[in-house]
């Protein structure tokens, strides 16, 4: 099953960069779970709750395309990022439970809906398989008004964004290299594909496993009248919501959030 993405040419995956959690006490008898960060994020912004779910089983938290320490390209759109990860998975002996976020979580759904033989179970935390309205240009200008070469530090940049909400400066902020005087994202990718981004192509096909829609309960991101397509995609879908949490559920409510996926990911598969 392909994707009809309106690329005429198939991606060629990238070589992510990958923390890996889950020492000698992990089982190896449970499947390795794949981490996918959200937009301006990186395998960082998972390391709480990946340490902890690595106690028991492998985790593996790639830096996505164009983000962190992975390689830059001038594509960014869900089906070459669902290549990386293929190409991840495949190369790790596959297949994997997927676990997405965001931007991440478009790309684990591209991911299942067109190599469903790499994926066993999904969860999906607050977004939905369509087109949002609206975009985060507004982030890319304000991470464009930091000049890396010249800023001292964090508070000095932070300042230099000039962005009113002081919780997503914090969070963009992250993805600044004072040392190596850069940003760890390509800004200038992610502007040029920001309507990819923002929008989710039309797939063919299902995934017929385990799915796990993921919210923030004060979140917008996932709305009732998403569920149809939802469940036209992924007929097995089972949605919940994490109370107190916005659309970065993860780092509103970790503990609650990791909880969720452990309880998705270790209940016995359907009869």
Request: proline letters at 8%.
């Amino acid at each position: 099953m392909a994707p009809r993405s309106g690329a005429a040419d198939a991606p060629t995956a990238l070589a992510l960069r990958v923390l890996r959690h889950g020492g000698t006490a992990a089982d190896p008898l449970r499947p390795p779970l794949l981490i996918v960060h959200g937009l301006f994020g990186s395998a960082r912004n998972w390391g709480s709750i990946a340490r902890h779910l690595g106690q028991d089983r492998p985790v593996l938290v790639p830096d996505l395309r164009n983000h962190g320490e992975s390689p830059r390209d001038p594509r960014h759109d869900y089906p070459a990022l669902a290549a990386d990860l293929a190409a991840l998975i495949e190369a790790e002996g596959g297949p994997m439970d997927v676990a997405g976020h965001s931007m991440g979580g478009k790309a684990a759904m591209t991911l299942a809906l067109t190599r469903p033989d790499l994926v066993r179970r999904l969860v999906v935390l607050d977004i939905a398989p369509v087109a949002y309205p609206r975009d985060r240009m507004a982030e890319i200008e304000a991470m464009r008004r930091v000049d890396p070469g010249q800023v001292a530090s964090r508070v000095e940049a932070q300042a230099a964004m000039g962005l009113d909400d002081p919780a997503t400066a914090a969070f963009l902020i992250q993805s600044l290299d004072l040392k190596g005087r850069r940003w760890r994202l390509d800004l200038d990718a992610l502007a040029g594909n920001m309507q990819a981004i923002m929008g989710f192509p039309a797939m063919q096909g299902q995934f017929g496993g385990p799915s796990l829609f993921l919210s923030g309960e004060d979140s917008d991101y996932v709305q009732p009248e998403h569920r149809a397509t939802i469940r036209r995609l992924f007929p097995a879908a089972r949605f919940a919501r994490i109370r107190g949490a916005g659309h970065w559920l993860h780092a509103d409510r970790p503990r609650e959030t990791e909880a969720a996926l452990r309880a998705f990911l270790d209940a016995p598969d359907p009869a």
